[in-house]
T-cell receptor
Framework: RKEVEQDPGPFNVPEGATVAFNCTYSNSASQSFFWYRQDCRKEPKLLMSVYSSGNEDGRFTAQLNRASQYISLLIRDSKLSDSATYLCVVNFFQGGKLIFGQGTELSVKP | NAGVTQTPKFRILKIGQSMTLQCTQDMNHNYMYWYRQDPGMGLKLIYYSVGAGITDKGEVPNGYNVSRSTTEDFPLRLELAAPSQTSVYFC???????????FGPGTRLTVT
């Protein structure tokens, strides 16, 4: 089992759609959780951290379910500019290193 | 504020050649990381450093070496390049462990 596993994608959605990405992680001792965004052939950038109570940043909502070891990202009212690859990132307790999922590609069409 | 800078942006190496990928950050971060990203895959940690003079192996260290003589610089050395090392290499830094990491623009390396 992969340490961090994401929906394989790609997701092709029209502008204005709501899209949800799922991610599971294998280590129940994981401490910190993030979603990063990576544009084509560019470096990853932090989109948002994920907190136990769930958190929202504009059109983006992140949820964490520790019992199921599951993280989600919901994007409402998709924009063309949301087209990118979304990386689920988890901190495993050993040394605090971040483990990256393989990413889910999103393509928003007019 | 430059953040994390990497050189070169692109490089083609022949099998068996060596090279050093440069990484510099100006944010005074203690933690620095080297990742590689193969097409369609996530990032894999090669080496990391928690401060000047301290380095440790990540998930895929074979074929690479690092040093950290200053807080700012964290070069990655490839000895005896192999086609399996064809990848995009990203350097990153953070002020503490398991917090936001800031990435450089990457080095695209091809070994033929």
């Amino acid at each position: 089992r992969k340490e961090v596993e994401q929906d394989p994608g790609p997701f092709n959605v029209p502008e204005g759609a709501t899209v949800a990405f799922n991610c599971t992680y294998s280590n129940s001792a994981s401490q910190s959780f993030f979603w990063y965004r990576q544009d084509c052939r560019k470096e990853p950038k932090l989109l948002m951290s994920v907190y136990s109570s769930g958190n929202e940043d504009g059109r983006f909502t992140a949820q964490l379910n520790r019992a199921s070891q599951y993280i989600s990202l919901l994007i409402r009212d998709s924009k063309l500019s949301d087209s990118a690859t979304y990386l689920c990132v988890v901190n495993f307790f050993q040394g605090g290193k971040l483990i990256f999922g393989q990413g889910t590609e999103l393509s928003v069409k007019p | 504020n430059a953040g994390v800078t990497q050189t070169p942006k692109f490089r083609i190496l022949k099998i068996g050649q060596s090279m050093t990928l440069q990484c510099t950050q100006d944010m005074n971060h203690n933690y620095m990381y080297w990742y590689r990203q193969d097409p369609g895959m996530g990032l894999k940690l090669i080496y990391y450093s928690v401060g000047a003079g301290i380095t440790d192996k990540g998930e895929v260290p074979n074929g690479y070496n690092v040093s950290r003589s200053t807080t700012e610089d964290f070069p990655l050395r490839l000895e005896l390049a192999a086609p399996s090392q064809t990848s995009v290499y990203f350097c990153a830094s953070s002020d503490r462990t398991a917090t936001e990491q800031y990435f450089g623009p990457g080095t695209r390396l091809t070994v033929t």
